[in-house]
Nanobody, 125 residues
Framework: QVQLVESGGGLVQPGGSLRLSCAAS????????IGWFRQAPGKEREGVSL????????RYKDSVKGRFTISGDNAKNTVYLQMNSLRPEDTAVYYC??????????????????WGQGTQVTVSP
């Protein structure tokens, strides 16, 4: 059974950092593209970053470039999102998702078949 479990969310002050983890089971991340998405109250879910696990190619939403870093550990079947210089507008529920294949780099939520339950990130003084 395919399962994705996020962890690492929490409350942090502006300028602070958090590291999110996405642990996969039931499949090997090495054959998938893993994306991080977020959804703030009243807003649509949006793509934040992705990593092609087999090639380590990454992509980022413009507003997080230089602040967020995605990485993967295929041996642990886990993908991480290091978030630095956090801003109040980064507040959202963060989800990881998996898409089979490694050659298409899209952050469209509808392109991802498997989703975790989400972890809350709140950036507030």
């Amino acid at each position: 059974q395919v399962q994705l479990v996020e962890s690492g969310g929490g409350l942090v002050q502006p300028g602070g950092s958090l590291r999110l983890s996405c642990a996969a089971s039931g499949f090997s991340m090495a054959a998938y593209t893993i994306g991080w998405f977020r959804q703030a109250p009243g807003k649509e879910r949006e793509g934040v970053s992705l990593i092609s696990s087999s090639t380590a190619i990454t992509r980022y939403k413009d507003s997080v470039k230089g602040r967020f870093t995605i990485s993967g550990d295929n041996a642990k079947n886990t993908v991480y999102l290091q978030m630095n210089s956090l801003r109040p507008e980064d507040t959202a529920v963060y989800y990881c998702a998996a898409r089979k294949g490694s050659g298409v780099f899209t952050l469209a939520p509808g392109s991802y078949a498997y989703w975790g339950q989400g972890t809350q990130v709140t950036v507030s003084p």
